[in-house]
C-alpha cells in the first residue's frame, strides 16, 4: 500500500506565499514523475507542474514565475513554493506521484488527498 499525504494548505492574502509539501510512504520501490494539480469550483482539474525523475520541470504558464516545484527523493516528498498569489489561484491542490512498488514492476499514480488554498483579502 502506498498513501501521499498533502500539507501547507491555508488562506493567504493576495502576493503572499504559501508552501505545499506531498509525502509519499508505503511500500515504495521507485518514484518517476511528480506533479502538482489544482481544481477550482466549477472547473475541471488542471496540471500545475511536473518534476520528471531527473530533475526536468514544465510549468503551466499561469504559474511560471511565481511557482517553483522541488523534490527529495530521499524523504519521498515533493514541495511547491507558491509566491505572489493571486484570487485565481485559489483552489484544492493535488499532488501526484508515480510510483514503482517492486523492482522491475510498472509505474502507477498514486494521489494525495487535496489540501485547499484560498487566496483573499
Sequence with gaps: QVQLVESGGGLVQPGGSLR?????????????????????????RE???TIMGGGSTNYADSVKGRFTISRDNAKNTVYLQMNSLKPEDTAVY???QDIQTRRGGPFYQY?????QVTVSS
Excluded: D, E, H
Design 20 to 44: 505545499l509539501s506531498c509525502v509519499a510512504s508505503g511500500s515504495i520501490f521507485s518514484i518517476n514523475a511528480m506533479a502538482w494539480y489544482r481544481q477550482a469550483p466549477g472547473k475541471q
Design 47 to 49: 496540471v500545475v507542474v
Design 94 to 96: 493535488y499532488c501526484r
Design 111 to 115: 494521489w494525495g488527498q487535496g489540501t
